[in-house]
């Protein structure tokens, strides 16, 4: 079985342009989150989706947003882009959500560099 | 405020010997911590996880001490291998996210 999947894998833009970044979740689950981990730090939480409805957010200006479809994939959207979002995004899916206490599973991330 | 910590940023250690990466987590009401390996170009990957009611879990090669009282969180590799160099992350949930610290270098000698 695949795991979770993101795309693209390495992106390159401008200051003040949009991003969209996307995740496919581990078949049959059902929540998705999304972390930002700028290089040399641990991974930041950003966003908890389930069920289609966030269920968190973290500390992240508005430029951020994201959301999720039917098919529990997911969009993460970055507008107004400054050199400071380049990082990795992460994607982590898991069966439940509502807990981090419910194991989250990786993906391999994309990597946004902002010039 | 948020903030999980690591003691050492790198650890260096001769292939075979055991290692302990240690962590600082700051909320006291966390109940679930887990530690991640994270290589080059890939996510985190899962290693190993502990609720707050247990002191002590151990897995194939890995054992997670909690130490509730001083808030601190370890992890011990038996027999280290050159596969497991990469960084290390403790994590605390917070309700429904993952606090992260900052991590830790691995590097394995041969």
């Known amino acids: 079985d695949a795991g979770v999947t993101q795309s693209p894998t390495h992106l390159i833009k401008t200051r003040g342009q949009h991003v969209t970044l996307r995740c496919s979740p581990i078949?049959?689950?059902?929540?998705v989150s999304w972390y930002q981990q700028v290089l040399g730090q641990g991974p930041q939480f950003i966003f908890q989706?389930?069920?289609?409805?966030?269920?968190g957010r973290g500390n992240f200006p508005d430029r951020f947003s994201a959301r999720q479809f039917p098919n529990y994939s997911s969009e993460l959207n970055v507008n107004a882009l400054l050199l400071g979002d380049s990082a990795l995004y992460l994607c982590?899916?898991?069966?439940?959500?509502?807990?981090?206490?419910?194991?989250?599973?990786f993906g391999p991330g994309t990597r946004l560099t902002v010039l | 405020g948020e903030s999980v910590g690591l003691h050492l940023p790198t650890l260096s250690v001769q292939e075979g010997d055991n290692s302990i990466i240690n962590c600082a987590y700051s909320?006291?009401?966390?109940?679930?911590f887990i530690w991640y390996k994270q290589e080059s170009g890939k996510g985190p990957q899962f290693i190993i996880d502990?609720?707050?009611?247990?002191d002590k879990r151990q897995g194939q090669r890995v054992t997670v001490l909690l130490n509730k009282t001083v808030k601190h969180l370890s992890l011990q590799i038996a027999a280290t291998q050159p596969g497991d160099s990469a960084v290390y992350f403790c994590?605390?949930?917070?309700?429904?996210?993952?606090?992260f610290g900052a991590g830790t270098i691995l590097r394995v000698k041969s």
């Open positions: 982590a899916s898991s069966l439940e959500g509502g807990r981090a206490i419910d194991e989250q599973f």
């Open positions: 078949s049959g689950h059902k929540s």
């Open positions: 989706y389930y069920e289609k409805e966030e269920r």
């Open positions: 909320n006291s009401a966390s109940d679930y």
């Open positions: 502990i609720r707050s009611n247990m």
């Open positions: 994590a605390e949930s917070w309700g429904n996210k993952l606090v």
